[in-house]
């Protein structure tokens, strides 16, 4: 998952306007009660998403993880809702069916956890449509630089750009040391086959980030790097960026109103 | 003279002997100076306190005088001193912060605080000056190893230093990358840059060397050019075997796109010590991960051991293969430990002793792995390899960034599997290495340009 290049008008948009908008969505997904209110949000951004025009491998990713997410959620929020009241509409384990029922309180789905269920699954999959459109459309160094110009200590930015540039190597290089051990004939079998995995794929890949890390610093040292630096690139607030503000506020306002329980 | 460095003495904290001793050294402008020595000879520490990371990174004991360009790294943040010295590591990866070349390129200049303007313009001559302007755009991690090379060199001409320190900048390059370099070193140069070049592999170099100096053990001594000849031959072993490798036709590729490997016939007999050579991003790695079973054919026919387009699985234990990156196959807490982790697994039986012995690792082996030098840890990853007795084995780039002494094992290691009746099948893009093989074969943009058996 990471930026694709296109030009539409949400990638043309400051980061600084992706920040404010992704704010104003996080306070959303808190503050909606209603399905309703929550439907509606979840509409706006996903259109925003298909609007961003994503590649078919990133679509078919973000459908996965909400199946996931749904299936999940409504499933164990039906099983295991806990405040009153509450219909069951399927009874598994009954309570008096002896230890069993005794010992699980009786087992059943219940009607309102379901619908429960939907609304917080709801509030996932909006959460994970906006953080996949923000990553999307958004040069990492620009988002970064946004970060900065609304107050983020540059030395934090610095942190969080050279994790980004360095993360996939290290997933690289874990790759590489699963394939060592399997050719050292390490195989994987269950639960314990996992742990010895891991025993054996932690050390390496720790020294060896560490001692990567000591490179970076060393090469950062000799680059001049301080924590302070002048920025060539710039961002530019333009007025599409106003308006695209007004216009989040407004749709902000208007959902917290009218779904947000406030009237 | 642009750097005077008198009876100068440092050692690191926790060691009870310095890393260098009484050195006395000048340079002056339009020089080139190469360094040699083995690994631990002092050559990183020397260039260390040249650029201010000694002491103010790493700080010792030291005595005596550096002085650089009339002052003393000492006195003066590394960030004043990177004004005027700038340095290239070995490892690229470790030296590019930013997502594309134009932004790694101004990074230094940005941390200098110049006015937009200045970056702007430093950021492009640089890219100019060292080739890079076509490629400006690109994303950092799509550039090949002597791309990635010539960008740490231009971020740093970019900061415009009088002093270069290049600590083996070249030991991943192939060919191309080592010429391409070559005229890199002869642009600065003639800009009258001081240059003071770290290097095991120097040959190619030496028409633009000045002066010449060798460490050993943190000293100077006088220095001696290294023998050509090739001791380590196994020129004419293997030709009359049977067949244990075979491709026929065989096309490799990754997920999308042209395969890398395409159309590839060779048969590999027994007891044969095969080199792949070619350029980076040719194909020998992705042929050599094949061979292992840890890349799937996308067409034809390969055979390994009798079997046909083998998973990695059905080969394991009989196919040994090495990693680039020795610390990537290192896992557990002891020397000796490494060595029996394949066969305890395997569940066989294998006399450690023997490969600690044949090793030169009898002494450290119950160091930590990670504790050992990175010649050693190679060749520890090679043994640890050897221990589980495969009928073949792959080594990629297996003579990286080895000292001589390293060679030296390194290569009686092989020479005892060899006589054992194993296979050797390793990629290199040295000419030293590849010379040893009784076959070479070339290989270019995927296909096999040639195919020498040597006798």
Known sequence: MKFVNRNTLFHRLDPRTKIAMSLMCACLIVVLRTPEGLLVLFSILLATFFFARPPVAYVKTLMYLMGIAVIFTVISQGFFYYFEPKTSILTIVPENWGWIGKMTGGLAIYREGLIYGAVQSLRLCSAMVLSMTIVMTTYPSDLILGLERIGVPEKVGFVVTVSIRFLPAIIEEAKRILIAQKLRGLSVKGVRGGFEVMRYLLPPLIIDSLRHARRIALAAAVRAYTGERTHIRTLRFSRTDWIAVVISTFITLFLVFFYGGLL | ?455
Request: aromatic share 6%; charged share 25%.
């Open chain 2, 1 to 455: 003279m642009m750097i005077r460095i008198e009876n100068f003495t440092f050692a690191y904290p926790d060691s009870d002997k310095p890393a260098l001793e009484n050195i006395s050294l000048e340079a002056a402008k339009g020089e080139l100076l190469l360094v040699r020595g083995k690994s631990g000879s002092g050559k990183s520490t020397l260039l260390y306190c040249l650029n201010g990371i000694v002491p103010h990174i790493f700080n010792g004991e030291y005595s005596g005088r550096v002085q650089v360009n009339g002052f003393s790294p000492g006195d003066i943040s590394i960030r004043e001193i990177s004004k005027t010295v700038g340095t290239v590591f070995q490892n690229c990866d470790s030296q590019i912060f930013m997502m594309r070349v134009e932004d790694d390129v101004a990074f230094g200049c940005e941390n200098l605080r110049m006015s937009k303007d200045e970056i702007l313009r430093r950021r492009d001559e640089a890219l100019k000056v060292m080739g890079l302007w076509e490629m400006r755009r690109k994303e950092t991690f799509k550039l090949s190893g002597g791309q990635k090379q010539r960008l740490a060199i231009s971020a740093i001409y970019a900061m415009g230093p009088k002093i270069f320190l290049l600590d083996e900048p070249t030991t991943d390059l192939d060919q191309d990358g080592r010429k391409d370099f070559f005229n890199i070193l002869k642009q600065l140069k003639s800009e009258g840059k001081l240059i003071i070049l770290a290097e095991h592999q120097y040959e190619g170099y030496m028409p633009l060397v000045d002066r010449i100096v060798t460490l050993d053990n943190g000293r100077v001594v006088p220095s001696v050019y290294a023998s050509d000849g090739h001791p380590d031959s196994f020129q004419g072993y293997g030709s009359l075997a049977d067949i244990i490798i075979s491709c026929k036709d065989l096309c490799v590729g990754y997920e999308k796109g042209e395969p890398v490997l395409k159309n590839i016939d060779i048969e590999v007999r027994r007891g044969e010590v095969v080199a792949l050579s070619g350029r980076n991003g040719s194909g020998k790695t992705t042929l050599l991960k094949s061979l292992a079973g840890i890349l799937r054919p996308s067409a034809g026919c390969l055979t390994v051991l009798e079997k046909v387009n083998p998973r990695l699985e059905t080969l394991t234990g009989n196919v040994g293969f090495l990693f680039q990156n020795p610390d990537e196959q290192l896992f557990t807490d002891c020397v000796e430990e490494e060595i029996a982790f394949g066969p305890r697994h395997l569940g066989k039986e294998v006399d450690i002793e023997k490969y600690l012995h044949i090793s030169g690792l009898y002494d450290a082996r119950s160091s930590h792995p990670q504790t050992l030098s990175r010649g050693q840890r190679q060749v520890l990853a090679v043994t640890s390899i050897l221990a589980m007795e495969p009928e073949i084995l792959l080594l990629d780039e297996p003579t990286t960034g080895l000292d001589e002494t390293n060679w030296g094992r390194l290569f009686s290691l092989l020479h005892q599997c060899v006589k054992e009746g194993k296979t050797v099948v390793f990629t290199t893009h040295n000419r030293k290495a590849a010379g040893t093989a009784s076959r070479i074969i070339h290989i270019d943009e995927g296909k096999i340009v040639s195919d020498e058996i040597r006798k």
